[in-house]
């Protein structure tokens, strides 16, 4: 089982302990990546808004090069699959994707529309199969109460990501946490926004946002919240000491990557995930699971 890797920028960047953990879990599981050569930003955010056909025509470099290796592009942020997973369906339209295709043929690449894209959440569930994941959990997280935050980009829009052809995939995280053998802590703001889109014009609502959905499952007794996005992460776990201070309460919410959640279950140790890198301190989750500093 070979994917091309797409790690996309903040795995590298803002949230850079993503990317081996991502790493680690896979070579344990089997699943070889092949990383993307040259691969740049899916263009989230500012770009898409600004100049749709440049983020667009980025996306689609990405795409022919998955084209050329002849496998499926594994990403393992949420955001990258939601930006990525439109802009394919755009270029469904022949006279766009020729339009594309014409800028891209400055550098000798032409994408044939063929590409997709998958997040490493349904590849687990979709093609590994979770009975083939089930022999590598050797660590028992049944004392551990975990909320699943999905944010906004591997939800909606629906037609973009598949999801009436694979239903599954919008309780896939629900699903893969109590695979791991931890209790499932659900909450209504799982597929809301984690308040990151915002934050450079509207901090306080950002702050509010973050504050909301980690004081909700706090109080619904969670030791950690999991997502697919490290967005998602960066506004959860590195701003939630100031949403805490606005919300004027301790929250303390752990909030871990969804490779670190498998590595975890998969007996590898709170260091080699990057669990030391966070802004919220794991030592609680880490002490219950019994983890230590193994």
């Keep these: 089982m070979k994917?091309?890797?797409?790690?996309?920028?903040?795995?590298?960047?803002?949230?850079?302990?993503?990317?081996?953990?991502?790493?680690l879990i896979c070579q344990r599981l089997g699943i070889e990546l092949e990383e993307i050569r040259a691969w740049t930003c899916c263009g989230a955010g500012v770009m898409q808004e600004k100049n749709q056909l440049f983020g667009d025509t980025l996306n689609a470099r990405t795409m022919a090069k998955a084209e050329q290796l002849g496998m499926t592009i594994m990403t393992i942020c949420s955001t990258c699959q939601g930006v990525m997973g439109q802009a394919n369906q755009r270029m469904q339209n022949p006279e766009y994707l020729a339009e594309i295709n014409s800028h891209l043929a400055e550098e000798g690449l032409e994408y044939k529309g063929t590409a997709e894209i998958k997040h490493l959440l349904w590849i687990l569930i979709e093609d590994y199969g979770l009975e083939n994941l089930t022999p590598h959990i050797t660590r028992s997280l049944g004392n551990l109460r975990i909320a699943p935050f999905y944010g906004c980009y591997i939800v909606r829009p629906t037609e973009a990501l598949g999801i009436e052809e694979h239903p599954e995939r919008q309780t896939s995280l629900e699903t893969l946490i109590e695979t791991l053998g931890a209790i499932l802590i659900d909450f209504a703001g799982k597929t809301r926004c984690c308040g990151f889109p915002i934050l450079t014009i509207n901090e306080k609502n950002s702050m509010a946002m973050v504050g909301k959905h980690t004081s909700e499952v706090k109080d619904l007794g969670a030791d950690a919240m999991v997502t697919p996005c490290p967005l998602c992460h960066l506004n959860l776990d590195g701003f939630?000491?100031?949403?805490?201070?606005?919300?004027?309460?301790?929250?303390?919410?752990p909030i871990l990557h969804l490779p670190q959640l498998i590595g975890l279950a998969m007996g590898i140790s709170p260091a080699e995930l990057g669990l030391k890198k966070h802004i919220v301190s794991t030592a609680p989750l880490e002490l219950k699971l019994g983890a230590g500093s193994r």
């Design 3 to 23: 994917y091309a890797f797409y790690p996309g920028c903040v795995s590298q960047g803002g949230a850079p302990e993503l990317y081996p953990a991502a790493k």
């Design 240 to 253: 939630q000491p100031k949403a805490a201070k606005q919300a004027q309460r301790a929250i303390d919410m």
